[in-house]
């Protein structure tokens, strides 16, 4: 048996999930504000720009998770725009896509299997390491060091 790549897990992921919920957006930002609600303030956007937001996260895990050359660029200078917001707590980046794989997880039920947690995870972890990359090249820093942190599961 062929062993899945990466993107072949998330992918897969994705479609189940699409299959049993409508819009993943409200419920990945209502664990996201539950779990940091003092960031409701730096989200203040509709729901509309929200699953915008949202779209771009997947979009940009998955192209990870494809190995192109241009992302890890592309995740620097989109990290280096967002210090235009303000200092951004690492904690919030990581809030939203931990928020991200507990709704999968919750919505896939049984079809959320070790190796998808793993290739989420692993895909977390390279967009965390370039975003920290990409706030130091404009001198500024994130609030926490870039480590793995436990699930946003209950």
């Not at 960031?39 to 996260?57: D, K, Y």
């Not at 998770?65 to 235009?84: C, F, I, N, W």
């Amino acid at each position: 048996m062929q062993t899945q790549t990466d993107y072949e897990l998330m992918e897969a992921s994705l479609e189940r999930a699409a299959e049993v919920c409508d819009d993943l957006t409200p419920l990945v930002y209502g664990r996201f504000f539950d779990a940091h609600p003092e960031a409701r303030t730096l989200f203040h956007m509709g729901e509309r720009t929200r699953g915008r937001m949202l779209n771009e996260i997947l979009a940009i895990l998955l192209e990870l998770a494809q190995g192109h050359d241009y992302m890890p660029a592309t995740v620097r200078e989109l990290a280096k725009d967002h210090t235009s917001y303000g200092e951004i707590s690492d904690g919030y980046y990581r809030g939203l896509l931990n928020a991200l794989t507990g709704v999968l997880a919750d919505q896939l039920g049984s079809d959320w299997t070790s190796a998808r947690e793993r290739a989420w995870r692993v895909q977390a972890e390279r967009l965390m390491e370039l975003v920290a990359q990409g706030v130091a090249l404009c001198g500024g820093q994130t609030r926490a060091s870039v480590t793995p942190s436990q699930p946003a599961n209950p």
